[in-house]
């Protein structure tokens, strides 16, 4: 099969369109080459973590993978075998890089299998709650319900260890239970009303009251915006020295309609910047994820994109106004498969539409002696 040449910095030119590419490439086993990657970052090119990501996709599916290196602008991946599941995988970037970004990477090629058997299993280490990436919190009570209910998938998260910036050394264990498929199409366009917000305000390494603050601020904050203060519950916990690396702080939040949709919204701690501004930004990016009237939050959809390119038949899910990020996932998805994305501009939001290609494994040929 002739390789696929992709420009990574091709429309937002972060490194989403790297992770996309490569779980397509393993799953589809299409060789890709990406030059110009992350060319809209300064500096350009891989990070740590991208790096580890790669190394864990390519060793899923026995690829050969060239330019791999920290700092390089081109890589090639040719896998060699469709992915193995049912075994153990680890990552480690050695940095705080972000193991939410690895889970992205790396979770679709072990989703399927030809002859599902025991779960496979990702040991990822790192930052639990990065900057400019989902906090692992997110992808636990966003990300994977999302997978479960949509999708029929259930992939389990477990957070072994937390891990701050600058020292990482959070540790992060996955169940992935395989599926034959192929995966249902998605029809998302109802959301309900909000039934119950939660949350996790957390410090490590640093009092317990900066955790109250932001808890008291992005509570304040939702209820100002219309949402009844009896359906909010955010636990406010101080991380014991035994479960995380380093110190570190943040809140994330997660509402739950009656229509089964999640929504988030998050903000880390930095140094110099009231704990209250901290709730604030939280609860800010949970509003307005809400005020929109769509059925996902802004990061969800570009998240689900690879999913409904993978599942069979035709998806529809209204969103808020389209991101791109959410852009990019749809043309790398168009430029490896042959699902097709159609996008109806709404009043304050988008519908997304997706001929998904019905995706279910390829069953390795078997040779016979003569």
């Known amino acids: 099969m002739d390789t696929l040449e992709l420009d990574g910095s091709t429309l937002e030119g972060g490194g989403q369109l790297l992770r996309i590419a490569v779980a397509l490439s393993a799953l589809l086993s299409r060789p890709i080459s990406i030059n110009n990657i992350r060319g809209k970052r300064k500096p350009p090119g891989l990070k740590y973590q991208h790096a580890a990501g790669l190394r864990l996709v390519a060793e899923v599916c026995a690829a050969r993978l060239d330019g791999c290196n920290t700092g390089s602008t081109t890589i090639e991946l040719v896998p060699q075998s469709p992915p193995v599941t049912s075994r153990t995988y680890s990552a480690d970037p050695g940095t705080a890089?972000?193991?939410?970004?690895?889970?992205q990477v790396s979770l679709p090629s072990l989703l399927f299998s030809p002859?599902?058997?025991?779960?496979?299993?990702?040991?990822?280490?790192?930052?639990?709650?990065?900057a400019?990436?989902?906090?692992?919190?997110?992808?636990?009570?966003?990300?994977?319900?999302?997978?479960?209910?949509?999708?029929?998938?259930?992939?389990?998260?477990?957070?072994?260890?937390?891990?701050y910036f600058p020292k990482g050394g959070g540790e992060?264990?996955?169940?992935?239970?395989?599926?034959?498929?192929?995966?249902?199409?998605?029809?998302?366009?109802?959301?309900?009303?909000?039934?119950?917000?939660?949350?996790?305000?957390?410090?490590?390494?640093?009092?317990?009251?900066?955790?109250?603050?932001?808890?008291?601020?992005?509570?304040?904050?939702?209820?100002?915006?219309?949402?009844?203060?009896?359906?909010?519950?955010?636990?406010?916990?101080?991380?014991?020295p035994a479960d995380a690396a380093g110190?570190?702080?943040?809140?994330?939040?997660?509402?739950?309609?009656?229509?089964?949709?999640?929504?988030?919204?998050?903000?880390?701690?930095?140094?110099?910047?009231?704990?209250a501004r901290v709730?604030?930004?939280?609860?800010?990016?949970?509003?307005?994820?809400?005020?929109?009237?769509?059925?996902?939050?802004?990061?969800?959809?570009?998240?689900?994109?690879?999913?409904?390119?993978?599942?069979?038949?035709?998806s529809t899910v209204k969103t808020g106004p389209l991101t791109l990020h959410t852009r990019t996932a749809m043309w790398v998805a168009e430029q490896l498969t042959e699902a097709k994305f159609r996008v109806q501009e709404t009043e304050g939001g988008a519908v997304i539409e997706c001929d998904g290609i019905g995706y279910v494994p390829t069953i390795p040929a078997v040779s016979s002696k003569t």
């Open 279 to 314: 709730g604030q930004e939280a609860g800010g990016e949970l509003v307005g994820n809400l005020a929109h009237g769509g059925c996902v939050d802004e990061h969800m959809q570009d998240q689900m994109i690879i999913f409904l390119a993978l599942a069979q038949g035709h």
């Open 172 to 240: 992060v264990h996955v169940s992935i239970p395989a599926v034959r498929g192929p995966l249902p199409a998605v029809t998302l366009v109802e959301r309900g009303k909000v039934k119950a917000v939660r949350g996790r305000s957390y410090v490590a390494g640093l009092p317990k009251s900066l955790a109250d603050a932001m808890c008291a601020a992005a509570t304040e904050v939702l209820v100002e915006s219309g949402v009844d203060a009896g359906l909010v519950q955010i636990d406010a916990v101080r991380e014991k």
């Open 115 to 130: 002859s599902p058997g025991a779960p496979s299993t990702l040991v990822l280490r790192g930052g639990t709650n990065a």
């Open 132 to 163: 400019q990436a989902p906090q692992i919190d997110y992808m636990q009570h966003v990300f994977l319900p999302f997978l479960r209910r949509h999708l029929g998938l259930e992939p389990t998260l477990e957070i072994v260890k937390r891990g």
């Open 247 to 275: 110190s570190g702080s943040g809140i994330v939040l997660w509402a739950e309609t009656e229509d089964g949709c999640v929504f988030g919204g998050s903000a880390l701690g930095r140094k110099g910047v009231d704990p």
């Open 97 to 103: 890089g972000s193991i939410a970004l690895l889970l």
